[in-house]
């Protein structure tokens, strides 16, 4: 049996593919062990995060290659965009922006 060296959960990053955007648990793009990493295609206008990822977002990639993305929750039934990133942008940290564990969605912009 050929061995796989084991990967502890808590370093797992999980690079975005091209026209996606992804979503991670954890600052820095990590998933934060358990499955809570989702991307989306980036072409999608609206996309709702996973019961494993809503309002767990702690960093987040575009990598579209044209298309502005934004990442947003809902507040009294109406959408607040927190953050919009250009196509090829990422953030790192979304608690920099006082938006950590809040998102609810992703959609064009
Ligand atoms: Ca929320």
New binding site residues.
């Given amino acids: 049996m050929v061995g796989i060296a084991a990967v502890p959960a808590q370093a797992s990053v999980l690079s975005c593919p091209t026209s996606n955007v992804c979503v991670y648990a954890e600052a820095n793009f990590l998933t934060g062990g358990s499955y809570a990493w989702q991307k989306t295609s980036g072409f999608s206008a609206y996309a709702d995060l996973a019961p494993g990822i ?2 767990r977002a702690s960093s987040w990639i575009n990598a579209n290659n044209s298309q502005r993305m934004g990442i947003g ?2 507040v009294n039934g109406g959408q607040f965009i927190a953050q919009r990133l250009n196509a090829g942008w990422k953030d790192n940290n979304l608690s920099d922006i006082g938006f950590n ?4 969605f992703v959609l064009q912009q």
């Fill in positions: 809503h309002d929750e809902w564990d809040r998102a609810d």
